[in-house]
């Protein structure tokens, strides 16, 4: 302050000192000014009334420093010249910051800019702790999400924030300024290494600001902000309030594990969009999915209903057999992202180049099997993390194209879905949609019109190519019945049945219709 600098100050004592915090200024001459004192006083005098002895000197000293005064500036000329050597070494020795203003200067100044600089620091801390107050409040007010919680802190910090859960695993986090990987660098043995009675403390060696979230007995994670330096209490509004909003947060979800099936499902969203993206990797890397120097396999898991009828795709169904999924990834210690897209529960497992990763798949799914009935699509395997997207659609591509009637095989693979699995990815061609419509429109129209059964009697016919018998059986009808109806779907189209060229054409569109369907 220029008013300070006019006055050429010296600090004689208690350099180390320097950086405690000034709340107010008191002008006095007592010596025993000391018990009206508050942490964080600064005292201005000019000594006049001050003691001579060195005990006394000593004695003023400790008084001080007993009240934590912020420290002791003394004007020279009116009654010393130069400050006792006494008073020098007595607060020195307690670290208390001793200054000689050398010309004369009005304490009145000083103390109204001292006074005006605190209040207006006071009045911009206000200020700030009423902007924190109210971006939290709106926050809970529109029940938001973690993603946009973060964001709050990102901004109002000015630093990077990471959220973890209570394996020291990164959920989600927020760059700052500085260099994102370096502060994530090794995180789980890092953050492992640091532990804290408290609900907030500071980690000056990793310059972590740590907030717990949740009770200490029963905590589900911790918010971390980056904070080189001591963070003002400020900082640690933010981050408590922060956790305040997570927690709310948490409490409004339904699904204790939401905050991971989020981020696993935002991330293999990510990998089928763009395999490549560095930050999309190290993302994953941090959920626990290694992505160097591995191999890949997606999988599809479509729940089915054990009884006939029933809604295979409810939310209940779907949401067990993602728990039943992720049981059993922990319980073959396999590295996995699993997430619902499209009411599909969908995992991508990451292993080691010399695992058996074949034999672990299907580990995995005879878990899974043993308790819903489902359908597991598998996409081939990987070795690049670039390759991500297509073993997961391949996985997807598998697992559409299986027959609802398959049934024998645990696993499905692009092998052994054939002409199913071409259709399936034809499914959306406008060709396709024409040839079925025109192969089998005047079956389907007869049938609607009529009451018919001509569909399935042709379906019948084409499933049991050998024996008209067995097809006849197939859909309880005499032959006489049988070959009545196959006389009347060739008038009606027009073709003959034995021809193998149109059971194939007849084929091929049932089998679309089907896909389509």
Same mark, same amino acid.
């Given at each position: 302050?220029p ?10 004592a208690?350099?180390s ?10 002008t006095?001459?007592l010596?025993d ?7 964080g ?6 000594g006049i009334a001050? /003691? ?6 000593d ?5 001080l ?6 420290g ?7 009654r010393?010249?130069?400050?006792p050597?006494?008073?020098?070494t ?6 208390? /910051? ?5 010309r ?8 109204q800019?001292? =006074? ?16 924190v ?8 007010m529109e ?16 630093a ?23 502060f ?9 290494a ?14 972590w ?7 200490r007995?029963a ?11 001591? /963070?003002p ?5 933010v ?6 909003a ?14 991971v ?10 990998l089928?969009?763009?395999p490549?993206?560095?930050d999309?990797l ?6 626990g ?13 479509r /729940?089915?209903?054990r009884t006939?009828?029933q ?5 209940s169904?779907?949401d067990?057999?993602?728990a ?6 922990? =319980? ?19 292993f080691?180049?010399?695992?058996r990763?074949?034999?672990a ?6 878990r899974v099997?043993d308790?819903?009935t ?17 073993t ?12 609802a ?20 990815m034809?499914?959306?061609d406008e ?17 609607e019109d009529?009451? =018919?059964d ?15 018998s067995?097809?006849?059986?197939a859909?309880?009808?005499s032959?006489?019945a049988?070959?009545d109806?196959l ?6 189209? =027009?073709?003959?049945?034995?021809d ?12 679309a219709d089907?896909?389509?369907?």
């Amino acid at each position: 302050m220029p008013v300070l600098r006019a006055a050429g100050p010296e600090v004689l004592a208690g350099k180390s000192g320097l950086d405690r915090q000034v709340r107010w200024v008191h002008t006095t001459e007592l010596a025993d000014i000391a018990p009206l004192l508050r942490g964080g006083d600064l005292v201005l005098s000019t000594g006049i009334a001050f /003691p001579d002895t060195a005990e006394e000197l000593d004695a003023l000293a400790r008084s001080l420093d007993d009240s934590d005064a912020a420290g002791l500036l003394i004007e020279l000329g009116r009654r010393w010249t130069s400050v006792p050597a006494p008073l020098v070494t007595a607060c020195e020795r307690l670290t208390l /910051p001793l200054i000689a203003l050398t010309r004369e200067v009005r304490f009145a100044a000083i103390t109204q800019t001292v =006074g005006e600089r605190i209040v207006d620091e006071q009045l911009t801390e206000l200020r700030e702790a009423e902007r924190v107050h109210d971006t939290f409040t709106a926050l809970s007010m529109e029940e938001a999400g973690p993603d946009e919680i973060l964001a709050a802190v990102q901004r109002l910090a000015g630093a990077a924030v990471v959220l973890e859960d209570e394996q020291h695993r990164v959920l989600d986090y927020r760059a700052g300024p500085g260099d994102i990987a370096g502060f994530l660098a090794d995180w789980q043995s890092r953050s492992r290494a640091v532990e804290h009675a408290e609900r907030t403390t500071w980690d000056a060696t990793n310059g972590w600001l740590i907030t717990r979230l949740g009770k200490r007995d029963a905590g589900w994670g911790r918010l971390i902000v980056q904070a080189p330096a001591t /963070p003002p209490q400020r900082l640690t509004v933010v981050a408590e309030r922060a956790a305040a909003a997570l927690a709310m947060h948490r409490l409004q979800d339904r699904h204790r594990d939401s905050l991971v099936r989020r981020t696993h499902q935002e991330l293999l969203l990510g990998l089928l969009a763009d395999p490549t993206d560095p930050d999309l990797l190290r993302r994953c890397e941090l959920s626990g999915l290694p992505t160097t120097k591995r191999t890949f396999v997606g999988l599809a898991i479509r /729940p089915r209903p054990r009884t006939a009828g029933q809604d295979s795709l409810t939310p209940s169904l779907v949401d067990d057999v993602l728990a039943s999924v992720v049981h059993a990834v922990h =319980g073959t210690r396999t590295s996995a992202l699993v997430g619902e897209i499209d009411r599909d529960v969908r995992v991508l497992l990451s292993f080691a180049p010399s695992a058996r990763h074949e034999r672990a798949v299907e580990k995995l799914a005879a878990r899974v099997a043993d308790r819903h009935t489902v359908v597991i699509g598998a996409g081939r395997a990987v070795n690049k993390a670039a390759h991500i997207d297509r073993t997961l659609r391949e996985s997807q591509h598998v697992v559409e194209s299986v027959h609802a009637s398959a049934g024998g095989r645990l696993v499905h693979r692009l092998e052994d879905v054939h002409l199913r699995g071409l259709l399936t990815m034809l499914g959306e061609d406008e060709r396709v949609h024409a040839f079925v419509t025109r192969e089998l429109d005047a079956l389907k129209e007869h049938d609607e019109d009529n009451g =018919g059964d001509l569909l399935v009697v042709l379906r019948a016919l084409l499933e049991h190519p050998t024996s008209k018998s067995d097809a006849a059986a197939a859909v309880h009808l005499s032959r006489a019945a049988f070959y009545d109806r196959l006389a009347k779907i060739e008038r009606l189209l =027009g073709v003959d049945l034995d021809d193998p060229d149109i059971r194939v054409s007849l084929h091929v569109a049932l089998l679309a219709d089907e896909v389509a369907r």
